[in-house]
């Protein structure tokens, strides 16, 4: 699994939708098949409110790959 990424290399990892600045709690993984791999996943970070809005814009793109609680997500990259 790819690492989470985000702005910030310390503190909190904070929500990827414009203008909000809440801790991260999911991890929504995805790509664009016209540009990535079908294994490539690229990573953007949701706070509670915003994970299904963030879900909706990528999954009618067909972009959506997996959406995971983000400790899943660091445990599963830990490995």
Known sequence: MDSVENEST????????KGCRTAAVWVL?????KLH???RRKTWLACEEHRE?????????GFLKDVVELD???SASDR
Do not use: D, Q
């Open 10 to 17: 310390t503190g909190p990892l904070i929500c990827s939708a």
């Open 29 to 33: 993984a995805w790509n664009n098949p």
């Open 37 to 39: 791999t079908p294994e």
């Open 53 to 61: 809005y963030l879900s909706r814009f990528l999954g009618m793109r």
């Open 72 to 74: 899943v997500w660091r």
